[in-house]
């Protein structure tokens, strides 16, 4: 047991979905994992264990934001032995191309700070995807049919935008999306050997304003988690 997760040992997996919202992390458990049982609800932060295709998975919930994420990953990497951590997010798509819907794979996430930032001082770390779940994602994403778009990210401090001027130059730099907690779950990946990648839905268009409501945030977004588990053991 840690501070924010009740779990007892042994009963977190090795491999981890990540969602944001804890309730997409109890949807997913009960859609797509056998015997699911809840492993955590620690200041209701749900994480469930159980099964898919035969392998052992735990679904659990971090919250919005870097911050959030960082205490669940660093629990569950250190004290649980997870190696293997998947983000399944939601995220705002930036260029036209990138529809409502679809998925993106972050090869690599810029930020503006992040909780580890004072760790690299002067030094603007990138952040990488695992290459071998990026490439297994995107072979599991096109094999399924779902408009899949790989590339890099914004993870952002706010949700609420109040630069406008920044994200022109993200647009204009390529990039794909924004969401809040992908780069600091690659970069605590990388300072402890484990592997991560984040597998995001498009929820919101942010140059054409299109929006999805909250439940479908929480319960339609099947295909990315299918794409999540096929690419941990695939
Ligand atoms: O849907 P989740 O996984 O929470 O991800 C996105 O949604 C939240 C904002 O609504 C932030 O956490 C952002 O990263
Ligand atoms: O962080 C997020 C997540 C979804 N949509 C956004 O615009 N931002």
Redesign the pocket.
């Known amino acids: 047991m840690t501070v924010h997760i009740a779990a007892r040992p042994g009963e977190i997996a090795e491999t981890v979905l990540l969602p944001g919202d804890p309730y997409r992390a109890r949807w997913a458990a009960r859609t797509f994992l056998t015997d699911a049982v809840l492993v955590n609800e620690v200041r209701g932060m749900l994480g469930y264990t159980g099964s898919w295709r035969g392998h052992r998975v735990t679904i659990h919930g971090t919250g919005m934001g870097m911050p959030s994420l960082s205490i669940y990953a660093n629990e569950l990497i250190r004290d649980y032995g997870a190696r293997t951590l998947i983000r399944v997010?939601?995220?705002?798509a930036l260029p036209e191309h990138v529809k409502v819907r679809d998925v993106i794979l972050a090869q690599t996430c810029s930020t503006t700070g992040s909780p580890s930032r004072t760790l690299f001082k002067e030094l603007n770390f990138a952040p990488c995807a695992d290459f071998g779940l990026l490439s297994k994602a995107y072979a599991a994403a096109t094999a399924k049919g779902t408009p899949v778009h790989v590339g890099g990210i914004f993870s952002?401090d706010t949700?609420y935008d109040e630069r406008p001027d920044l994200t022109g130059q993200l647009l204009r730099h390529g990039c794909l999306g924004?969401?809040?907690e992908a780069a600091e779950l690659y970069m605590l990946a990388a300072r402890h050997g484990a592997r991560a990648l984040a597998v995001l839905t498009v929820?919101?268009h942010?140059t054409t304003g299109e929006a999805l409501p909250s439940d479908q945030r929480e319960t339609s977004f099947g295909a990315m988690i299918e794409i999540a588990l096929e690419a941990a053991f695939a």
């Open positions: 997010g939601s995220a705002g952002s949700f924004v969401e809040m929820s919101d942010i």
